[in-house]
């Protein structure tokens, strides 16, 4: 009789436990594709807890640890999700790793790549040596130091184009996808982000060549990062987004796990610290100062801003009152003139009539696209009223 | 200290630190030292905060070194005056951006529009410089150049009456509709290390 109740058990809360813990890694995902990554955090942290054997779940929160700039938590679930369950049921765990790559390698004497592909169609290793060439280049149009950034605006630079390179057949397909997106996609809106790039990339995807379409896309994502793409995730965009990201994680991560580059793993963790915090801020509606000099030149006494916000007379306080009088009325929202661009310097001006004033605030995006605020006052007088 | 390694690095913390504007000035050519000026304001676009404002500062101090130092060559463009305006507004020198767009803006009997534009918004911010019948003035003479995108939402900002705000945000939807643009003012010296936005033509 104890045997059989213990054969009902096993037989009815088995599978419970097994499902809950799926319905824990699948909201987890899903609080992944949409930046809710403490929220995720917790779902698969329970994921794990109810079904420790399932490779899925590590690989799902090694993910979210990269996004929460834990790079140690995601490198060991990363490690744990290769090790764990081999024969399981993921995309990946029944074939050899390998497998799923292509081997390549830079020649820095003749600045050519080259591709020796095990697994892919020559298609894809047109688009994957032009890919590595753009990424390359944009890369060092990017940013300054760039080999000492692996997240933020440069994560795809780490994994593809240091060293000789591995190349993930998974990231090459997430990027032809995202190419094929931008091709389907309302290239006004497109430039509507600023980014001229991206409205190339709209326009002729289907009149180039796979080469052409990889070193295109590299580009944009040596030169931007991936979370470029981050802002054109609308309808279909939103999954196409997400499996990019995911792909690049995964190829960074594993380049970190043949590494031992703790330097740049330290620098990495600063240079994302800084960024997700002023990304946390501007999600949330924070009007965000390009630099130091902002609040005093806003606070000039010609920009007038004692008409519209009570001012107690310490800078810090005022600038205060004035950022989150911009936020309450969305200014990001008003309608934009472009005012200057010089290769990534742009600038735009946002203006809201309010009463008999109007104000004017002018913002900076940088390289990944972030408004920050440069400049603001009130127009007093209301010739230009509308 | 060697000046090549450091511009060959793009070392510009070093740059900053170690090297005065103007021993670059007198260091290499007027084109040369162009192209780093050039160089700095690029890069300061992915140096956020402060840094960024020490290149963009650096590289307007070298531009104003420039024109003293090789007037003829600095004089042989317009936009290198126009640059400069639009680079002093950048790190917040209000004063001195208007003083060498309106240089730039009395070489001509008719400015193009780029400038009459650029001048409007710098005199006009915060309605310091220019009068308000002054700006006024000035955008009619510049949409007599045709009617952009950037015009026609000047034009509407401009409007007085509800019926001509109507009828330039219209004309401001058409011009966005067909990719037409204000001119962008970049020195010829820069133009082949400068990418700008699709559909905005490069000023002549």
Known sequence: ?386 | MDIENILREKDWESLIRKVLPVTIAVSFSFDKSMEIAGDLLNDSGNAEGDPAMFMRDYSVNLMIILREKFPQQWKVDWKNEAFLGICCNLVYREEEAFKHLKNALECFDNPPQSLILTYIRTGGAPNYYLSAEEIVELAHKAVKSGITLEMAQQMADLATTQEDWNSWTKKAKEAEANNIHTAVIVPDVLKDNVRTLKDYPYEK
């Open chain 1, 1 to 386: 009789m104890k045997k059989l109740l213990l054969c009902l058990c096993i037989l009815y809360l088995f599978p419970l436990v097994a499902w809950n813990a799926h319905e824990y890694l699948i909201n987890g995902t899903a609080c992944n594709n949409y930046l809710l990554y403490e929220e995720a955090l917790s779902h698969l942290d329970m994921a794990i807890q109810l079904n420790p054997a399932n490779k899925q779940s590590y690989e799902e929160r090694a993910i979210t640890y990269f996004e929460l700039n834990r790079i140690d938590l995601a490198l060991s679930d990363y490690q744990e999700s290769r090790k764990t369950n081999p024969g399981g049921s993921t995309k990946r765990a029944n074939r050899d790793f390998w497998d799923d790559y292509g081997y390549g390698w830079y020649d820095s004497g003749q600045q050519n790549f080259t591709i020796l592909s095990c697994s892919l169609s020559t298609a894809s290793a047109d688009f994957a040596t032009g890919l590595l060439e753009g990424i390359s280049r944009g890369g060092q149009e990017g940013t300054i130091e760039f080999l000492s950034c692996i997240r933020g605006s440069c994560n795809a630079l780490w994994a593809f184009a240091c060293s000789p390179v591995e190349v993930s057949k998974e990231l090459i397909n997430a990027i032809y996808a995202m190419g094929e997106h931008l091709a389907n996609t309302d290239t006004r809106s497109l430039l509507e982000e600023g980014l001229p790039e991206l409205v190339e990339c709209g326009r002729h995807w289907n009149e180039w060549s796979h080469h052409t379409k990889g070193k295109k896309m590299g580009y944009l994502i040596g030169k931007y990062g991936v979370s470029i793409f981050f802002y054109l995730g609308v309808g279909k965009g939103v999954s196409i987004f997400s499996d990019l990201k995911r792909a690049n994680m995964m190829a960074t991560l594993e380049r970190y796990s043949l590494t031992k580059s703790t330097k740049i793993l330290r620098e990495s963790e600063k240079c994302a610290q800084k960024n997700g915090s002023v990304l946390k801020k501007i999600q949330n509606g924070c009007v965000i100062p390009h630099n130091a000099n902002v609040a005093s030149h806003v606070l000039q006494r010609k920009h007038n801003w004692h008409k519209m916000v009570k001012l107690t007379g310490d800078k810090d306080v005022d600038f205060k009152l004035v950022a989150d009088f911009l936020k309450k009325e969305s200014i990001l929202n008003c309608e934009r003139i472009h005012e200057f661009s010089f290769n990534s310097i742009r600038t735009y001006r946002y203006k809201k009539k309010i009463g008999k004033n109007t104000v004017v605030a002018v913002f900076e995006t940088n390289n990944q696209n972030v408004p920050l605020l440069r400049n603001a006052w009130i127009e007093v007088k209301p010739p230009h009223g509308h």
